[in-house]
């Protein structure tokens, strides 16, 4: 077996108690099963200083953006039409070093739930706030078809009303310029992208960590692409 690729996977924080000043890092151990199965080696990045992200991005060959909170307001110049209070700017600001390192290096990049909102912000797009029927569901549920777009990447990986999960409550409203929508939840709700131009990205709306095993549903030729070919 040749050199295995260095996927690195961005993570969140999360205190271990109010009471203690010890913060954990906070992402599924499933992205890196879903990297490890495809042949890569899985590189959990830390937040860290805005400065230290092209030195990162140098040391990884692709990058996955994960989950969590929702995407600070400013970034798309809305004003807030929902009570939610899951906002971490510093994150934010972290990710968004990472993915103008990631683009300025050429190197690919699979985009999931937020790190797909992020991205899209990032590139010009804005989000739905708040769509309170995608959210409550459990990760491990399979919670509704999506519909696929002929000819795009991931009608090679998945089938045409391949079952997902639905656990995000924000969701893509304006496309970035770059960016080709490539699968839609029944409601027209934006749950895949790819780039239309060099750019090495695809992204989805859902979590395809939590669905790794499972027959038909699985969501393991999503990792093994983004790793062995993208």
């Known amino acids: 077996m040749g050199k295995r690729p260095i996927i690195g996977i961005?993570?969140?924080e999360k205190p271990v108690?109010?009471?203690?000043?010890?913060?954990?890092?906070?992402?599924?151990r499933n992205f890196g099963d879903g990297v490890k199965r495809a042949g890569g080696l899985p590189f959990y990045i830390p937040m860290s200083e805005q400065e230290l992200a092209a030195d990162y991005i140098?040391?990884?060959?692709?990058?996955?953006?994960?989950?969590?909170?929702?995407?600070?307001?400013?970034?798309?110049?809305?004003e807030k039409v929902?009570?939610?209070?899951?906002?971490f700017p510093e994150r934010d600001r972290w990710e968004l070093a990472l993915i103008k390192e990631a683009l300025r290096q050429a190197k690919p990049i699979f985009a999931v739930c937020r790190g797909l909102q992020l991205y899209n912000v990032a590139?010009?797009?804005?989000?739905?706030?708040?769509?309170?029927?995608?959210?409550?569901?459990?990760p491990t549920q399979l919670a509704h078809p999506i519909k696929i777009k002929e000819g795009s990447r991931l009608s090679r990986l998945l089938a045409d009303g391949s079952l997902v999960n639905s656990v995000h409550h924000q969701a893509?409203?304006?496309?970035?310029?770059?960016?080709e929508a490539t699968a839609w939840s029944g409601d027209g709700v934006i749950e895949a992208v790819e780039s239309n131009d060099n750019t090495k990205l695809?992204?989805?709306q859902w979590h395809p960590e939590f669905?790794?095993?499972?027959?038909p549903s699985s969501q393991q030729a999503l990792f093994d692409y983004f790793v062995q070919e993208l």
Do not use: F
């Open 202 to 204: 695809i992204g989805v």
């Open 10 to 12: 961005s993570s969140n």
């Open 123 to 138: 590139q010009g797009g804005s989000l739905y706030q708040d769509l309170p029927k995608h959210a409550g569901q459990p």
């Open 82 to 87: 929902t009570d939610s209070q899951d906002y």
């Open 172 to 179: 893509i409203k304006d496309l970035a310029s770059h960016l």
């Open 17 to 28: 108690s109010p009471d203690l000043p010890i913060i954990h890092l906070n992402v599924s």
């Open 211 to 215: 669905l790794l095993d499972g027959g």
């Open 58 to 78: 140098a040391a990884i060959d692709k990058l996955i953006l994960t989950g969590g909170q929702n995407v600070s307001l400013e970034l798309y110049g809305e």
